[in-house]
């Protein structure tokens, strides 16, 4: 069982950054993939970045060279560095991950995954 912990959510203003935090624990096979996803109200769940046990990542176009995902393997945490927020940045953030490597096609696509955090709010006003 892998459990995952989001932090670092919060209220910005448009412009403003904040840095998400996943901490992973349990059984983390060494070929493995996580991803960030978000949910706005209403709306259907996006893939955001996604990073491998090599290093790879992928990235939606909505939020490339604004958003930057990274890894510490050390300290099993994955983080998401936002940037530049927009109030349509606003929805609740969740990291996933998976312990097996997966394709790129696949890196972005929530059935890919199947341990989940419970998410951190993200709002951003105007």
């Known amino acids: 069982q892998v459990q995952l912990v989001e932090s670092g959510g919060g209220s910005v203003q448009a412009g403003g950054s904040l840095r998400l935090s996943c901490a992973a624990s349990g059984y983390i096979s060494s070929g493995y993939c996580m991803a960030w996803f978000r949910q706005a109200p209403g709306k259907e769940r996006e893939g955001l970045a996604s990073?491998?046990?090599?290093?790879?990542?992928t990235y939606a176009d909505s939020v490339k060279g604004r958003f930057t995902i990274s890894q510490d393997g050390g300290k099993n945490t994955m983080y998401l560095q936002l940037n530049s927020l927009t109030p349509n940045d606003t929805a609740m953030y969740y990291c996933?991950?998976?312990?097996?490597?997966?394709?790129?096609?696949?890196?972005?696509?929530?059935?890919?995954?199947?341990?989940w955090g419970q998410g951190t709010q993200v709002t951003v006003s105007s």
């Open positions: 990073i491998n046990s090599f290093g790879g990542t």
């Open positions: 996933a991950a998976v312990s097996r490597l997966c394709g790129f096609a696949a890196m972005r696509k929530p059935g890919t995954y199947n341990y």
